[in-house]
Nanobody, 120 residues
């Protein structure tokens, strides 16, 4: 069984910064793409950023230049560094990872989410 555990959310003032972390654990053979999605109040879940196993990255237009995604393969952890936060960034942030288990079965896993609230 594979699990993703997020941490690092919280309350921050507009213009501030936060760093989210997401660690994969369990019977893992390889961790492939890792990414972040968010769900703002009253909206559908949306893509934020992704980093593939070769460290190539892609971002939603709304966060380009403000957010940076990175990963530590040894720790099976992905990070989301968020700068210049504004109230539109208030959302539940969810980690997503494509993982190959030791059984060689592949899964798309989701974390439980961490709340980010930006106050004006």
């Amino acid at each position: 069984q594979v699990q993703l555990a997020e941490s690092g959310g919280g309350l921050v003032q507009a213009g501030g910064s936060l760093r989210l972390s997401c660690a994969a654990s369990g019977s893992i053979f390889t961790v492939n793409d890792m990414g972040w999605y968010r769900q703002r109040p009253g909206k559908q879940r949306e893509f934020v950023a992704v980093i593939v196993s070769g460290s190539s990255t892609n971002y939603a237009d709304s966060v380009k230049g403000r957010f940076t995604i990175s990963r530590d393969n040894a720790k099976k952890t992905v990070y989301l560094h968020m700068n210049s936060l504004n109230t539109e960034d208030t959302a539940g942030y969810y980690c997503n990872a494509k993982i190959t288990a030791t059984s060689r079965a592949s899964y798309v896993n989701w974390g439980q989410g961490t709340q980010v609230t930006v106050s004006s």
